[in-house]
């Protein structure tokens, strides 16, 4: 890989798994810089990942992943990066499949690759029953209103070319962005395609759309994406 | 005569007091200018009761004090949405912040750990 690459990892109290995120990433066969947003954590997620020789950048507040995955798209924009890769900070990613989700990218085939733990052949972690119905639900709403065929709306394990990089650097949604993005990027007319990827278990710590909140997650995302489709469509200047 | 009184009071009290916060700068003009054009709506109405009853049951309002709930409640649920869109562009200004602050920290984290450029040291000897 010749292109200048930055893995964008948002974090949020991952103290138990950001090391050895970090380290499986950085034993990859292939040079890639790496940006930790730490996103207000209270635990020692910045210090771990300071051991390091990730770049750490630390909000001063919880801003929410949105918040945190855009901070590392204004610093990939910023320090000229062709190609930016969003992983979790959980573990839940598998780094062996990152060239596949960059060689899209990097020939210009799309904008954005995102990895789909639910298209074949791979056959890991699916997410639990009660998630696997959420995603259900978004995977085929989004694919309706975008007239594409869209299996794992909420998979946070995506390759973006610097043309992506800038339009989300600009704008990016907040709470659990990830659906919305998508509409965002159809919006903006930039070109996806999703990427056949193993994900496995959360490796520590716990998710923050637990109990109730599953059901704000499911009813706000769905508000906001048909409020999205009612916006203007946007152009890239 | 006396509900008169009191409700004159109160709006004269209530525009001075915004009066009082603009001056002791804990207003600005911006957000005081709505505050004061309404306290002078509500004297303007006590002075001008007449014209008051006459609107009201125009509109069709039974007792003119119902006109006057539904006039505050209208207000009400506008200034409301106001503060809920001034809010949510603080929280826009304040997410940008927190991320150029981000991002400039590391900056300097870096520019801290550089050697400094023994040229610069040359020419300060």
Redesign the interface.
Known sequence: MTEKILIIIPAYNESESIKKTIQEILALPFKVDIAVIDDGSSDATSRYAKETTANVLTLPFNLGIGGAVQTGFQFAFKKNYDIAVQIDADGQHDGAFLQDLVTPVKSGEVDIAIGSRFIGPFLGYRSSFVRRIGINFFAHLISFLVQDRVTDPTSGFRAFNRKAIKAFALDYPYDYPEPEAIVLAQRLNLRFKEIPVQMRKRQAGHSSIRYLRTLYYMVKVTLAILLDMLKPQKRLI | MNVKLLVFTFSLVLFFFVIDLTRREKLTFKYAAGWLGVSLLAILSIVFDKFLFKFSSWLGFALPSNFIFFGLMCTFIILALLLTVFLCQQDTRN?LM??K???L??ELEQLKKEPKNPSVKENQR
């Open positions: 997410r927190a991320q602050i981000a991002v920290e590391f």
